[in-house]
């Protein structure tokens, strides 16, 4: 195997994983609240050969000697935190943080992180006991109070109305009970990890000064809570299906390369002294 067909071969293993981070974004077009992801690629390791004398280099504009790649990797698959667009619902339990970097509080199964965050506030009503129902998210884990408690009322509602600063009124039979939605502003949103199922986490042993705050107060004003709305995915459809197009014709160009390169091979092994 030569030159041609390793740098060939190694690209399109590359090209391989940004299709599916790409595929990975289109079929969650139309996911509440999903970040899409980006792939960005860099050159891998390459040799040169400096074939040419030293003297006169100082005037040259480009490196003296010949540069031999093998190929290009992705460098790194980042999360777009953008704000997506609202859509109405009219839902009681459907709310959208309209400030970009307000995520509601949930609680998982993990040891190491109990609190995860999310922008998508889908939320719905799980019957809890004989008399009560608890708020969760669209996966069923419960969604946190200011508290850190799970935010649990009586099933026999007649209203619920949330208000901008996440304070949610349930009007009952018996009179009005509120309790309050748990809001973390996050400064630093570019280095949360996504967890999978819209959830995202600060990555674990990281020190996290400075980048959240938990809204209490007079600080849950600025979250910006709007009842009845959803924040849609921010994929760019037609960025990613001009993405998929480039990458699909560049994984097509090395894959001939490794078709000429070995059509080349042929021949010469073919040559008769």
């Not at 996966?139 to 901008?164: C, H, R, T, W």
């Not at 009970?177 to 995202?200: H, M, R, S, Y």
């Amino acid at each position: 195997m030569n030159r041609t067909m390793i740098t060939a071969a190694n690209t399109m293993g590359q090209l391989q994983q940004q299709l599916d981070v790409i595929g990975h974004n289109l079929s969650n077009t139309n996911t509440t609240g999903y970040k899409a992801r980006d792939a960005s690629f860099n050159d891998m390791l390459y040799q040169q050969v400096n074939n040419q004398e030293d003297k006169g280099t100082e005037k040259r504009l480009t490196p003296a000697g010949i540069r031999q790649g093998t190929g290009a990797y992705l460098d790194q698959t980042s999360l777009n935190m953008t704000q997506g667009a609202f859509q109405n619902t009219d839902k009681l339990l459907d709310v959208a943080a309209s400030n970009p970097n307000v995520y509601f509080q949930v609680a998982v199964n993990d040891s190491q992180q109990p609190v995860q965050y999310t922008r998508d506030g889908s939320f719905h009503l799980s019957p809890e006991g004989p008399n009560d129902v608890k708020l969760v998210n669209g996966s069923g884990q419960d969604v946190l109070g200011e508290n850190g408690q799970a935010i649990i009322f009586n099933n026999a509602f007649k209203d619920i109305q949330i208000d901008g600063s996440g304070t949610i009124t349930v009007t009952t039979n018996t009179g009005v009970d509120q309790f309050t939605l748990g809001l973390t502003n996050v400064q630093k949103p570019q280095v949360l990890e996504a967890k999978g199922e819209n959830l995202f986490a600060f990555p674990a042993g990281m020190n996290q000064p400075n980048m959240f705050t938990d809204l209490t107060g007079k600080a849950r004003e600025t979250a910006g809570v709007e009842q009845g709305k959803l924040e849609q995915s921010n994929v760019d459809l037609s960025k990613e299906l001009t993405d998929m197009s480039i990458a699909q014709r560049a994984y097509q160009f090395n894959s001939r390369s490794i078709s000429i390169a070995d059509q080349m091979m042929g021949l010469v092994n073919g040559i008769r002294a």
